[in-house]
């Protein structure tokens, strides 16, 4: 349990991105103050937030500004300093703690975590510099995948390792830094849960959702999973609880899986609100951002109960010029903008979320133009 801490105290956020803004959204409403520490002027989450602090979030003495003015710290992305953000807890609370980031930013350290909890990953083996490769090949077979242990997101820093004409490309990755080499899973489909803990240590699980992804970035989210079988889905329930339990988790968690045909896979966590629960906003009860404020302050948060299926899907680059076009002849969609200044591709610069008992129509009601 820790002390609750309620409005009009300040939460600084580090990072002002979409993330930061739904938080900051969540916790406006609730009557708390909302800083954020962002280098872009005018950032997304800024737009929301009482006060931005201007600066790159390396910038230590910036941090240190917004522990500062702040009674409770989070970060909307992993790759926060985190010698910065121990000194920080000097000013202000971080419940979330740094051991949670430290160890879901190191794959190899997240995988063998999640191992020694019982929960099942795809075999890995660590591969520390490129003369590691060839006998880290042999323990994990082929087809796998070579990835750094740190850095990398949306496929980034990722080489396929299928025959011995990729293990010089494998080598190079390995040569620049540490990396995991992972088994190939043969998934049939990629799903995600979100999982928090109260202010009084109770955890909550939100519901398994169904990823679709393109170019390794996801595309669409289905809530919940269709056709889920009720066993799979308690294992996963099951899963998440004992991640959080073991983990004295505060704030919002997100764990991406694969199904296979045999099974469930974890293959990441990330520690804060995930775009694959971005439909919870109007899907259920309390979302996933009044979810990760309510914990990070120590308050209870009731069962989560979705209200009724949703589906969501990013508006990336391009797509967000074309959806704001289609807007008015769509009274259905819950359209967000993020409020980016600059339309880049395969940048996530909005979310659609449609809710309805078909599923089948709530796909197509949240495709643009041109797609099918
Ligand atoms: P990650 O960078 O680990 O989040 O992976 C990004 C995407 O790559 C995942 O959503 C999967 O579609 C694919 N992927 C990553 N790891 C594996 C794996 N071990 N087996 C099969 N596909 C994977």
């Not at 600084?12 to 409403?29: D, F, H």
């Not at 003495?61 to 910065?84: C, H, I, P």
């Amino acid at each position: 349990m820790i002390k609750p801490i309620v409005p009009p105290a300040t939460i600084g956020i580090v990072g002002g991105g979409q993330l930061g803004r739904m938080l900051a959204q969540s916790a406006k409403q609730m009557g708390y103050t909302v800083g954020v520490l962002d280098p872009t002027p005018d950032a997304p989450a800024a737009q929301v937030a009482d006060f931005q602090i201007q600066s790159d979030y390396a910038d230590m003495d910036a941090l240190l500004a917004l522990a500062k003015r702040s009674d409770v710290l989070t970060y909307e992305f992993e790759n926060v300093d985190l010698a910065a953000l121990k000194h920080a807890q000097t000013y202000a609370a971080l419940p979330q703690g740094t051991h949670l980031l430290a160890l879901t930013r190191d794959r190899l350290a997240e995988k063998t975590f999640l191992r020694e909890q019982g929960v099942p990953t795809a075999n890995f083996a660590a591969v520390p510099e490129a003369g590691a490769v060839v006998t880290a090949i042999h323990t994990v077979g082929v087809p796998a995948i070579l990835k750094t242990t740190t850095g990398g997101y949306d496929g980034h820093g990722q080489v396929d390792v299928n025959t011995s004409a990729d293990v010089a490309a494998a080598q190079a990755l390995a040569a620049k830094g540490p990396c995991i080499l992972e088994e190939r899973v043969a998934f049939a489909r990629e799903l995600s849960v979100m999982v928090t803990r109260d202010g009084h240590d109770v955890v909550r699980v939100f519901p398994v959702v169904e990823n679709r992804h393109q170019d390794h970035i996801l595309h669409t989210t289905i809530a919940p999973a269709p056709d889920l079988p009720a066993h799979v889905r308690q294992q996963i329930t099951q899963l998440a609880t004992t991640i959080a339990t073991a983990l004295n988790l505060r704030g919002v968690l997100g764990i991406e899986m694969f199904a296979t045909a045999t099974g469930i896979v974890v293959n990441e966590l990330a520690p804060r609100p995930h775009n694959s629960g971005h439909y919870s906003i109007e899907a259920c009860n309390f979302s996933q951002f009044d979810a990760h404020i309510l914990s990070i302050c120590g308050l209870p948060i009731p069962p989560i109960q979705q209200l009724t299926p949703a589906v969501m899907r990013n508006l990336l680059g391009a797509d967000l010029t074309a959806a704001r076009a289609a807007w008015p002849q769509h009274p259905e969609w819950h359209f967000h903008d993020y409020g980016k200044a600059e339309i880049r591709p395969q940048r996530k610069l909005g979310h659609l979320t449609v809710c309805g008992a078909a599923v089948e129509t709530l796909l197509h009601q949240v495709q643009l133009e041109g797609e099918n």
